[in-house]
């Protein structure tokens, strides 16, 4: 029965280890995105010599943007991860219970 539960465990987890990793690196991926737009912003001001809101703001929107789509990414992954894993852990759980108790009923039938 540990066999079969080990089997039904790989099952279960199988997926969750990409959304952990999503949930766990968009937000930097989103976050060097905003890096990214804050230093495009800073280098048209230098090249324009200009801090008008027509020279930053494409800029700022590229930063907005990438942080948006990174927490659009990793808020849904880290809420189904912990939804999901919580759900295995019960599933598995109900299945070991399952067997330690077959496995104590088993052994009682066969001492009498």
Request: glycine share 10%.
């Amino acid at each position: 029965m540990n066999v079969a539960i080990g089997r039904e465990s790989e099952l279960l987890n199988r997926g969750l280890s990409f959304l952990a990793t999503t949930g766990s690196t968009a937000t930097f991926i989103g976050l060097f995105g905003t890096v990214w737009g804050i230093k495009h912003s800073f280098e048209q001001i230098a090249i324009s010599q200009n801090t008008s809101l027509a020279v930053v703001a494409p800029g700022i929107a590229e930063a907005l943007l990438a942080t948006g789509v990174g927490l659009v990414a990793a808020i849904p992954a880290a809420v189904f991860y912990n939804k999901l894993s919580a759900d295995n852990d019960r599933v598995i759980g109900g299945y070991e219970a399952f067997a330690d108790e077959f496995a104590t009923i088993l052994s009682r039938q066969l001492d009498a």
